[in-house]
């Protein structure tokens, strides 16, 4: 079965400090991969996804993330934090087979952000 | 254009009592989706509708039904609530023609008391 792995469920970086959130997926073909983020009393926003147009999937308010598939990850990175960019993210597949409508999510990376 | 719409924000219900939340999705949008968001489970599908009719369903008892109306606005009703319903429900739309991206809604609050 697809699913995603966040290797850490909390980050804490400082303001102007590059930003690294991890995520490995397990699926036997090419999934359908997304980061999406989540503030507080928010829904959730897409960041960004790939669907094996392009390895490396540029986002919204300069993230960006790699599909690396010989490493089965999808690692969103952003080269300099902002205090805006402290809420939590998901790394989320769309399962293999899905009618429709299904989103498989990560159990999401709490990132904070220093001044 | 608007995002998708959830009514109400928040809601407190005792158990045994029924619920029904509202969502609206961006108009044009024909697949409507529903997740819980728990702080131990994370975000889980609940189910998902496509033209009215459902098309995907999660792990989820028969106490929780939807409803697509024929402008897509979708309601869903949970029966004889228990206290482990207590969660942020979320609402997502899309096409619907394919798996894509879906667009969420701020949520609706249910704590259940």
């Known amino acids: 079965a697809q699913s995603v792995t966040q290797l850490d469920s909390h980050v804490s970086v400082s303001e102007g400090t590059p930003v690294l959130l991890r995520c490995n997926y397990s699926?036997?073909?090419?999934?359908?991969l997304f980061w999406y983020v989540q503030h507080p009393n928010k829904g959730l926003q897409l960041l960004l996804k790939?669907?094996?147009?392009?390895?490396l999937v540029k986002g919204i308010n300069g993230f960006e993330a790699e599909f690396k598939k010989s490493e089965t990850s999808f690692h969103l990175t952003k080269p300099s934090a902002h205090m805006s960019d402290a809420a939590e993210y998901f790394c989320?597949?769309?399962?293999?087979?899905?009618?429709?409508?299904?989103?498989?999510f990560g159990q999401g990376t709490e990132l904070s952000v220093k001044p | 254009k608007a995002g998708v719409t959830q009514t109400p924000r928040y809601l407190i219900k005792t158990r045994g009592q029924q619920v029904t939340l509202s969502c609206s999705p961006i108009?044009?949008?024909?697949?409507v989706s529903w997740y819980q968001q728990t702080p131990g489970q994370g975000l889980q599908f609940l189910f998902e509708?496509?033209?009215?009719?459902?098309?995907n369903k999660g792990n989820f008892p028969g106490r929780f039904s939807g409803r697509q109306f024929s402008n897509s606005r979708f309601e869903m009703n949970v029966s004889t609530l228990e206290l482990g319903d207590s969660a942020l429900y979320l609402c997502?739309?899309?096409?619907?023609?394919?798996?894509?991206?879906?667009?969420f809604g701020p949520g609706t609050r249910l704590t259940v008391t």
């Open positions: 997502a739309s899309s096409w619907g023609t394919r798996p894509d991206e879906q667009y």
């Open positions: 699926s036997s073909y090419s999934p359908s």
């Open positions: 790939y669907t094996s147009a392009a390895t």
């Open positions: 989320v597949v769309i399962p293999l087979y899905n009618q429709g409508g299904k989103l498989i």
């Open positions: 108009s044009g949008h024909r697949s």
């Open positions: 509708y496509f033209s009215e009719t459902q098309r």
